[in-house]
């Protein structure tokens, strides 16, 4: 699970798309299906309301079970007024960026549409790390469980960390989002922004070492895992580009 969910609600709703994700799901089963097509639609428009905390708890699941749908696009596009229905209201961050007004409004939209990127990655983490914690269990060198190493005992420790500050983070940008203070957000995000960049090399990396030769291979799921982590990774502006953000 995840540090997004803080309420009851938004705990019920990562376990049940959890469940309704575990064996992938195309956009009408995993969105329209669902309902979460209202999700940022305020409750006086008959929509589930514009928590951008919600939200995130959907990214997280999508990627918890690498579901590659553009749902940050989607949901931002649909808080800057977009209500088509059937399919993405944006599939692309240009697309949904499209929909601003105004240049703050421009900004707040790319601060929100990296903070969700960075809930997606923090789910793909989560199952990159449970499924190399699983497989060093599994594989055996000289008679014994790899998992048993010291070193490789580090490693994912090491690998844990990185996961849960970059939930951790992620949270606070969430927060600083909706919080209204540019200065803040900017820096929140940046920040969270980076931490992200960082969990998903270490943990990518990690895995796929820890699997060995399969690691990337189209047998194992991780591969996918971290293809998409990095392909994330790598929009939104870089890491360096961040820094420097944060920096300002």
């Known amino acids: 699970m995840t540090s997004f969910a803080r309420t009851d609600e938004q705990r019920m709703l990562a376990e049940t ?57 989607h949901w931002v596009a649909t808080r800057l007024g977009a209500r088509e229905g059937g399919s993405p209201r944006a599939d692309a961050s240009a697309a949904a960026l499209a929909r601003a007004r105004e240049q703050r409004e421009r900004q707040w939209a790319e601060d929100a549409l990296t903070v969700l990127h960075c809930a997606e990655i923090v789910g793909l983490c989560r199952t990159m790390l449970r499924d190399a914690a699983t497989f060093s269990k599994e594989r055996r060198q000289f008679g014994v469980a790899i998992a048993s190493f010291q070193a490789l005992r ?40 980076v931490v992200c960049d960082d969990a998903a090399r270490l943990v990518g990396e990690g895995a796929v070492q820890i699997h060995g030769a399969m690691g990337l291979t189209a ?16 929009g939104d502006g870089t890491a360096r580009h961040h ?6």
């Open 154 to 193: 580090h490693r994912m420790a090491d690998m844990a960390m990185i996961v849960e500050q970059a939930d951790a983070i992620t949270g606070a940008a969430i927060d600083a989002v909706e919080g209204g203070d540019d200065a803040v957000r900017a820096r929140a995000v940046s920040a969270a922004r």
């Open 17 to 73: 798309l959890d469940a309704a994700l575990a064996n992938g799901a195309d956009w009408q089963a995993a969105v329209i299906d669902t309902g979460l097509a209202e999700l940022g639609i305020a409750a006086d428009e008959e929509g589930l309301g514009t928590d951008l905390r919600d939200a995130a708890v959907v990214a997280a699941a999508f990627g918890r079970a690498n579901v590659d749908l553009p749902w940050s696009e």
């Open 243 to 248: 820094l420097r953000r944060y920096a300002a």
């Open 219 to 234: 047998e194992l799921r991780l591969g996918g895992y971290f293809r998409r982590a990095r392909t994330l990774a790598q």
